[in-house]
């Protein structure tokens, strides 16, 4: 264990000890750290728990980057990873990350430091009532005693008592005992002195646990060849599929069901589509977009009266948010609705959806005849976003106006600029399984949405609320949890310039920290033309909608780049775009891709 030898001993560097190596020992292996010096106690120990090669440390300077980078890591591997902060409007910031994290039921813990009791409500500087501040969203908050004791070997009634709040932070945030994992909030109140030397039992108390949960995640991966359920929030891998148990709720075949997956529903809708024979309507950030059964164009096709109007039966995984069609469908009363429990908020937009925690195939044969109508239609709806293949027999041709016809094609092609179509398409084509694709709630991911075809490709996004905040540090933070140990892959954003200008503090990486792989590509159309298809385009006038929905800017986006040490391109062609897309990538890059309003 490295410590700094200046440092004498402090009850407030033990109990932040004693918490951390309880979180660390269980799992944690991120924790993120915004300076200040209310924190100072659990920053120096996480410091020393980087140095031990027992955690991955990273600093940010703005406290709702820290949050959502935490946010990220914990999206990516689904362990939380604890966010450290000061006190005061510090903690605050951490609430944008916060909800989003309740909503989509992404696992997260704060540490807030605090002053101690005796200066909470009397004017004390940079104190505000940070108990409860979270209360509505997290699933488990506790105010902590202030601690006393120096403990010189680990075994303190105070270490003890703050190891099993450790456990049961953990537990609370992965979901144990709650309806979904999410946030756990721990406000630490500290009393000076702030800060000592660690511990010397810091790093064998954090370091116990590691080989134990090794050990237990190779067990739990065993299959015992029974029968199969499907469960929400599966991932992109592997259907999450675990043996027959008591509850699973049976899909008795017969009626005319279809299969939605929304945010977050994982490989499971794809598996459950597959094995009863059923529809799948695929949002493109629900990690199901794949398999033979994907229903192209499904926004047409649910206004069909023909194949939509018949539906009987819907089987929703994760969180639909990306078409009217889809909401309206799920607020049917003539259509049962199963509602399959994930990580983030249950469904019941009709009032009577029935939410359970498991769905499995029953009995019956296959409705063929329905499916087939489906995969039909769905053909008839399928985009071709490829650019031309070139003429081959014309460029070989010995004709000189054949030869010249075709390479004029060939310039067309090469010159033909970026729109959103060609744009999300050029994403979508350059990511594989190793990769991960994040989209923005911007007007992109709809475009993306209706145009993109099934591939099984790393999907994520912060849709449990569909804001545009924290947006390049989740990016960030799913980067660096999905290349620890150098995996590969390459973590490519896409958003609008909205939402880059939203969260451009996320830019900034500390010098020393690990660089990932990421590419953040902005869709610039100089300002917030999602609006253009909503209610507001047709009730306010040309002025009042530039001023206060458009929001127009003039930000220069290379210059912010080469300020926050990021390489930068600027694509606008198709043939430029997919160059800078597949080249090798070592480092973080901006690629802006100038599109018309």
Same mark, same amino acid.
């Not at 958003?495 to 880059?500: E, I, K, R, T, V």
């Given at each position: 264990m490295v410590c700094d030898t200046v440092r004498s001993a402090a009850p407030a560097t033990d109990a932040a000890a004693a918490l951390l190596a309880g979180l660390v020992s269980r799992g944690v292996r991120h924790v993120v750290v915004s300076p200040g010096s209310r924190s100072q106690a659990l920053a120096l120990v996480a410091a020393d728990l980087e140095r031990a090669g027992l955690i991955e440390l990273h600093v940010r300077i703005d406290e709702r980057v820290a949050g959502f980078t935490a946010l990220g890591i914990g999206r990516e591997t689904g362990i939380p990873a604890a966010v450290v902060c000061t006190s005061g409007t510090a903690v605050a910031n951490l609430v944008p990350a916060v909800l989003e994290a309740h909503h989509a039921g992404v696992p997260l813990v704060l540490l807030t430091a605090d002053r101690p009791p005796e200066l909470r409500g009397v004017g004390a500087n940079q104190t505000t009532r940070q108990p409860? =501040? %979270? !209360? &509505? $969203?997290? !699933? %488990? +908050? $506790? @105010?902590l005693a202030v601690p006393e004791l120096v403990d010189d070997d680990g075994s303190s009634e105070q270490s003890i008592a703050l190891d099993a709040v450790a456990a049961d932070t953990l537990a609370a945030a992965l979901g144990e005992g709650s309806r979904a994992a999410g946030p756990v909030h721990?406000?630490?109140? %500290? !009393? +000076?002195?702030l800060a000592g030397a660690s511990p010397s039992w810091l790093a064998e108390r954090a370091a116990s646990g590691i080989i134990a949960e090794a050990v237990a995640a190779d067990e739990s991966g065993e299959d015992d060849g029974s029968g199969a359920l499907y469960q929400g929030g599966g991932g992109i891998g592997e259907a999450d599929v675990a043996p027959d148990a008591e509850g699973p709720h049976p899909v008795e075949l017969g009626l005319r069901t279809i299969v939605v997956a929304g945010a977050d529903a994982g490989a499971a809708a794809e598996q459950f589509a597959h094995d009863g024979g059923f529809p799948l309507v695929a949002e493109i950030v629900s990690g199901a977009r794949f398999g033979r059964q994907i229903v192209h164009g499904y926004r047409a096709l649910l206004d069909d009266p023909e194949l939509g109007g018949r539906i009987e039966r819907v089987v929703v995984f994760g969180r639909p948010t990306l078409s009217r069609q889809v909401t309206r469908l799920l607020m049917r009363d003539d259509a049962e609705v199963l509602a399959v429990r994930g990580p983030g908020e249950p469904i019941n937009l009709n009032g009577s959806t029935v939410a359970v925690d498991a769905v499995r195939v029953g009995d019956g044969a296959p409705d063929r005849e329905w499916l087939g109508a489906w995969m039909r239609a769905s053909r $008839?709806? =399928?985009? @071709?976003?490829s650019p031309p293949a070139p003429d081959a027999d014309g460029l070989a041709s010995a004709v000189p106006h054949e030869r010249l016809g075709a390479l004029n094609a060939e310039v067309e092609v090469m010159r033909a600029p970026v729109d959103r179509a060609a744009l999300v398409d050029a994403l *979508? !084509?350059? &990511? *594989?399984p190793h990769d991960r694709l994040v989209f923005g709630s911007s007007r992109i991911v709809r475009v993306a949405d209706e145009l993109l075809g099934g591939k099984k490709v790393a999907v994520h996004s912060n849709r449990g609320l569909a804001g545009i905040d924290g947006t390049i540090a989740t990016a960030t933070g799913i980067a660096l949890a999905s290349q620890v140990d150098d995996r590969p892959g390459v973590t490519r954003l896409l =958003?609008? @310039? =909205? $939402?880059?200008l939203h969260d451009m503090g996320a830019l900034m990486l500390p010098p020393g920290e690990h660089e990932p792989r990421l590419q953040v590509v902005v869709g610039n159309d100089g300002g917030g033309t999602i609006f253009d298809g909503l209610e507001v385009a047709s009730v306010a006038g040309d002025d009042a909608m530039t001023r206060v929905q458009y929001t127009p800017h003039t930000a220069r986006l290379e210059q912010l780049a080469l300020a926050f040490g990021w390489e930068y391109h600027r694509c606008t062609t198709r043939v430029a775009l997919d160059q800078v897309l597949t080249a090798p990538i070592g480092g973080r890059q901006l690629i802006e891709v100038p599109l018309p309003r």
């Open positions: 409860g =501040l %979270f !209360r &509505s $969203a997290v !699933r %488990f +908050e $506790a @105010d721990l406000n630490v109140p %500290f !009393r +000076e002195p $008839a709806h =399928l985009v @071709d976003l *979508w !084509r350059a &990511s *594989w =958003l609008g @310039d =909205l $939402a880059f």
